[in-house]
């Protein structure tokens, strides 16, 4: 059996009165992409935000159900919400590196969460984390370089880095190449096939060539709801749902 990462139970969310996540239940693969796709609107990006609670941070919103990560519910009433943050990173739509250098991007989120006792220990981990999204060599003689100096796709990379820093174990995307030209999504794809041999990746996308191509499982939403969850082959070619054939054929959406 497939090692199950997250464990969605009867999940629905309410920004006041409006019913945004309809009772969603969905098991998530450990080092697989899962895509969720689905037109605007449809609380693909809401539903991405409950997986690390962002959404807490939202004036009206209430959740219930079960979002369970490594067999606990991260919305029990002694989860640590800044340890489910660590554990579960966040990658935003448009690269939004701080205004500080390339390095000091990385060795933030570390200084705060005080995960390094010496300057070598963050060397180390700054030199790692960009050599995994294959940026260390290009960038290595300007670290000191304002990040905001960098191409938008080396900016998304480094906003990767940023989150690898912190050790997490699962990497949630918001659609991530929505603002990057072909080429630099293609090794921006490239780059999230390799990271999920060690983490589990969760990604929104409105592109669904994108999904067909480098997910794993594929999540089709509509108005809030679940409409089907499956092997993203399966999902593109044969799904079982006329809502999800209409919209992956084209004919909705």
């Known amino acids: 059996m497939d090692d199950i990462k997250i464990r969605i139970k009867n999940l629905n969310l309410y920004y006041t009165n409006f019913h945004a996540i309809k009772n969603v239940n969905m098991n998530i693969r450990a080092n697989k992409i899962t895509a969720l796709i689905g037109p605007s609107g449809c609380g693909k990006s809401t539903l991405l935000r409950t997986l690390n609670r962002i959404n807490d941070t939202i004036d009206g919103v209430r959740i219930t159900g079960e979002v ?39 060795a933030f989120g570390l200084e705060i969460n005080r995960m390094v006792k010496s300057k070598k220990e963050t060397d180390k981990i700054v030199r790692e984390t960009l050599e995994d999204v294959q940026l260390y060599d290009d960038l290595k003689n300007s670290l000191k370089m304002s990040a905001l ?45 390799e990271l999920k041999q060690k983490y589990t990746l969760v990604i ?26 499956d092997r993203t082959s399966t999902i593109f070619t044969n799904p079982s749902k006329k809502e999800t054939d209409d919209y992956v054929s084209g004919r909705f959406g």
């Open 204 to 229: 929104v996308t409105h592109n669904m060539q994108q999904a067909a191509r480098i997910s794993d499982d594929t999540g089709y939403m509509l108005l809030g709801k679940l409409i089907e969850f």
């Open 68 to 106: 369970v990560i490594n067999g606990k519910n991260i919305y029990s009433e002694d989860a640590i919400v800044d340890r489910v943050r660590r554990e579960v990173g966040m990658v935003f739509q448009r690269p939004n590196p701080f205004p500080l250098s390339i390095y000091n991007n990385i």
């Open 149 to 193: 100096n960098l191409s938008l796709e080396q900016q998304q990379r480094l906003c990767v880095a940023r989150v690898l820093a912190i050790k997490p174990q699962i990497i949630l995307l918001d659609e991530p190449c929505s603002a990057l030209d072909p080429k630099s999504t293609a090794n921006i794809e490239e780059l999230m096939q």
